[in-house]
Antibody
Framework: EVQLVESGGLVVQPGGSLRLSCAAS????????MHWVRQVPGKGLEWVSV????????DYADSVKGRFTTSRDNSKKSLYLQMNSLTTEDTALYYC???????????????WGQGTLVTVSS | DIQMTQSPSSLSASVGDRVTITCRAS??????LNWYQQKPGKAPKLLIY???NFESGVPSRFSGSGSGTDFTLTISSLQPEDFATYYC?????????FGQGTKLEIK
């Protein structure tokens, strides 16, 4: 069974930094691209970033480009999101999710964690 | 960037009803369109990928169609467990934006 467990969400001041982690199990982690998606409580989903299987390629939403960095450690089956220069608009529940392209032949998100809450507030 | 617009934003329906949710892309995305279901307090769940393909385990009352810029998700006969929020997502190119969501409520 695929499991994704996010951690690292905290209350942080504007301008601060935070690193989120996502621990993966139940699948061959280094075969799959991974994504971060966030959701302001009570609002819609916002795609944040994607990283390919070996970490050599990443892409980001314009709202986080230049401030957030996605990385992975395949030896630890872990995904990371380094968030810098945080603003109140970054307050959200952050999900990591597995890309199903290898399994289904199409980019889509077939497994999700339960999310970790980041609150940016003074 | 490709913008995704869903309609309606909310919908009230009864068990047994047939409902259709629409998703429109700001430019052609071929069939690179996915649908997700999210229940309160839960992570989203993939329902349909590539516009019309079922994820494993998804009931056959769900169906997706469309290509280019206009897509639909149809639930043929609503069941109590279907009341949730539904999101479309384009996977044609990054950023892989979601629609704003359609909240399906019990009438």
């Amino acid at each position: 069974e695929v499991q994704l467990v996010e951690s690292g969400g905290l209350v942080v001041q504007p301008g601060g930094s935070l690193r989120l982690s996502c621990a993966a199990s139940g699948f061959t982690f280094d075969d799959y691209s991974m994504h971060w998606v966030r959701q302001v409580p009570g609002k819609g989903l916002e795609w944040v970033s994607v990283i390919n299987w070996d970490g050599s390629s990443t892409d980001y939403a314009d709202s986080v480009k230049g401030r957030f960095t996605t990385s992975r450690d395949n030896s630890k089956k872990s995904l990371y999101l380094q968030m810098n220069s945080l603003t109140t608009e970054d307050t959200a529940l952050y999900y990591c999710s597995k890309d199903a392209a290898l399994r289904l032949g199409e980019i889509c998100l077939d497994s999700w964690g339960q999310g970790t809450l980041v609150t940016v507030s003074s | 960037d490709i913008q995704m617009t869903q309609s309606p934003s909310s919908l009230s329906a009864s068990v047994g009803d047939r409902v259709t949710i629409t998703c429109r892309a700001s430019q052609s995305i071929s069939s690179y369109l996915n649908w997700y279901q999210q229940k309160p307090g839960k992570a989203p769940k993939l329902l349909i990928y590539a516009a019309s393909n079922f994820e494993s385990g998804v009931p056959s009352r769900f169906s997706g169609s469309g290509s280019g810029t206009d897509f639909t998700l149809t639930i043929s006969s609503l069941q109590p467990e279907d009341f949730a929020t539904y999101y479309c997502q384009q996977s044609y190119r990054t950023p892989y934006r979601f629609g704003q969501g359609t909240k399906l409520e019990i009438k």
